[in-house]
């Protein structure tokens, strides 16, 4: 499966920003699809992640700020940022977790830098 995250870019603290994460590939389906970020120099870190029933998890820093979604017809997952704070200054990577007719497994898109002035 092949991820293509979209939408990052240079806003000002209290703006939005979408992303959004293209998944493409023979897959039978994605049970989780999310967004992690990575700050410099350390682990990457979840963000969100939406089960196919439409279950979310948010990380406590992001929760009341960012919404994700899906939409399974276009193998598309999203994730609205409001009041993006110079905290939220991060590459942004999407991921897919899918199942294949002979494997299964996690795949990640390119990331997408998130850029918030103050």
């Known amino acids: 499966v092949q991820l293509q995250a979209s939408g990052g870019g240079l806003v000002q603290a209290g703006e939005s920003l979408t992303l959004s994460c293209v998944a493409s590939?023979?897959?039978?389906?994605?049970?989780?699809m999310g967004w992690s970020r990575q700050y410099p120099g350390k682990q990457r870190e979840l963000v969100a992640d939406?089960?196919?029933?439409?279950?979310?998890v948010y990380a406590d820093s992001v929760k009341s700020r960012f919404t994700i979604s899906r939409d399974d017809s276009k193998n598309m997952v999203s994730l609205q940022m409001n009041s993006l704070q110079p905290d939220d200054t991060a590459v942004y990577y999407c991921?897919?977790?899918?199942?294949?007719?002979?494997?299964?497994?996690?795949?990640w898109g390119q990331g997408t830098l998130v850029t918030v002035s103050s």
């Open positions: 590939g023979n897959v039978f389906g994605m049970p989780h």
């Open positions: 939406i089960k196919s029933d439409g279950t979310r």
């Open positions: 991921y897919a977790d899918y199942q294949a007719k002979y494997q299964r497994g996690r795949s």
